[in-house]
Structures are given as C-alpha cells and as structure tokens.
C-alpha cells in the first residue's frame, strides 16, 4: 500500500512559481513511477508530468512543457512539481499518483492517489 500526500500549494500571481511536494509512505519509492495530474473546476482531471522510476524519464502535457519540471529524491520518498510562469488556467487541484513499472500518462493506469492540494493563479 501506498499512501501520497501533496503539499505546496497556494495562492499565486499570473508569473509566479510554486513547487508542488509529493511524499511517499512506501518501503520502495524507487519502484514506483510517479505523476501529477490536475482538475479544475468542471472538467475532467488531466495529465500534467510524469517521471519514471528507474532513470527518472520525464514526460509533459504540452501545457507544461517548457514552464513545468518534475523531479524525484528517492532518498526522501518525494516526488516534486517545479511550476513557472504560472496562468490563471493553471488553476486546479494538483495531484500526484503512484504506480509500479512504466510511467503513464493515463490516469486509469495509477494505482494509489494522494489528495489533492488547491492551486489558484489570480491575473
């Protein structure tokens, strides 16, 4: 089992940055690939980022390409989401997701989901 808790998110100007932190209850982070995912209000959640587990391949949404950075510490079970160059449609509830083997961009292939943590970019 495991068990995902997000933190980092907030309020935030159009241009700012924030970094999303996503840790890990697990005996074996490394095994797992990771991902942040996002739904804003009244749509359905999509991808944002994805990182494998072994050599830490990292895949984007054309949304975040070139503005967003995931990243991984194994050492601290966390999973973390760099985001610049903030948008108000950025706004959403974040979430990262866990799931062993391949990383995905398909949220069905995600085993275990962490809460959410509220993103909201003022213009």
């Known amino acids: 089992q495991v068990q995902l808790v997000e933190s980092g998110g907030g309020l935030v100007q159009a241009g700012g940055s924030l970094t999303l932190s996503c840790a890990a209850s697990v005996r074996t982070f490394s095994n797992y690939a990771m991902g942040w995912f996002r739904q804003a209000p009244g749509k359905e959640r999509e991808f944002v980022a994805t990182i494998s587990r072994g050599l830490g391949n990292r895949n984007y949404a054309d949304s975040a390409k070139g503005r967003f950075t995931i990243s991984r510490d194994n050492a601290k079970n966390t999973v973390y989401l760099q985001m610049n160059s903030l948008k108000p449609e950025d706004t959403a509830v974040y979430y990262c997701?866990?799931?062993?083997?391949?990383?995905?961009?398909?949220?069905?292939?995600?085993?275990?989901w962490g809460q959410g943590t509220q993103v909201t970019v003022s213009s």
């Open positions: 997701a866990a799931k062993t083997y391949l990383s995905s961009t398909f949220i069905s292939e995600y085993d275990y």
